[in-house]
């Protein structure tokens, strides 16, 4: 089991794509144009991840830690 958990509001995703583009192992894009988390996503590295939340133009990506939320800025 990961130690990593994300989570997405899709209610303010815009559909950048950023996290898909940076991330493409945790994030892919659906047919109605918003993210989705990746089955895969738990096992992408930490560092990875956070470059793609941080891209994210409405910040619509957490992640945990451990159980921690990680500090994104």
């Known amino acids: 089991m990961s130690d990593i ?3 997405l509001d899709r209610g303010i995703c815009c559909g950048s794509g950023m996290c898909a ?3 493409p192992t945790a994030f892919g894009v659906e ?3 918003l993210a ?3 089955p895969g996503a738990p096992t992408t590295d930490l560092d990875t991840l956070v470059k793609a ?3 994210c133009p409405t910040l ?3 992640l945990h830690h451990r159980g921690e939320e990680i500090e994104l800025f």
Do not use: Y
Request: glycine share 6%; net charge positive; with cysteine.
């Open 21 to 23: 583009s940076l991330a």
């Open 5 to 7: 958990k994300i989570d």
């Open 53 to 55: 939340a941080k891209s």
């Open 31 to 33: 047919a109605s144009g």
């Open 60 to 62: 619509c990506i957490t």
């Open 36 to 38: 989705a988390v990746l």
